[in-house]
């Protein structure tokens, strides 16, 4: 089953690529890799959760959703560049930054990540399957928990 009839079947629409805010591309390839740009949070131009996790009333699972909705963000972007959701071959790496210092006694920044690591493996199975780092940062931009960067492997 392909990346496209998968999301379908999951109930899943990707939605459209995030405009930047700043100097930058949302997506670049170089090679037969597509490097993103750190996506947030955003449904409809607004972000899911504001604040920090641990504090602020922010759960890990609130936050692991919202890695999830950066890690689709993230997959529009790269699909944009790819020419199609389908043409993207394997997840190389996940970068998930957590906004988690308001507590430094919070060490779930890995099951914040598995939110977004989750929906990948959902969406391509074993070419989901990838390398992660997650990070715990003092903050983050317009004060969401969560950013993902993502590299994928597209098809020559």
């Known amino acids: 089953m392909s990346a496209t009839q998968q999301l379908e079947k999951l109930g899943i629409a990707l939605p459209p690529t995030a405009t930047p ?3 930058y591309v949302p997506a670049i390839r170089v090679g037969d890799l597509i490097y993103t740009s750190g996506q947030l949070p955003m449904v409809d131009g607004k972000l899911m959760a504001t ?3 641990g504090r602020d009333g922010l759960t890990t ?4 959703d919202c890695a999830r909705t ?8 790269a699909a944009q560049v790819a020419g199609g959701l389908d043409n993207i071959k394997q997840v190389v790496k996940l970068t998930v930054f957590v906004a988690s210092s308001g507590d430094p006694e919070y060490t779930e920044q890995a099951a914040v990540a598995n939110g977004a690591s989750d929906l990948l493996l959902q969406i391509f199975g074993d070419a989901g399957r990838h390398v992660r780092s997650a990070v715990g940062m003092a903050s983050l931009p317009l004060q969401t928990p969560v950013e993902v960067e993502m590299i994928v492997e597209v098809q020559s």
């Open 21 to 23: 805010a700043g100097s």
């Open 51 to 53: 604040g920090i996790v």
């Open 61 to 64: 699972a609130t936050a692991a």
């Open 70 to 77: 950066c890690a689709l963000n993230a997959l529009a972007a």
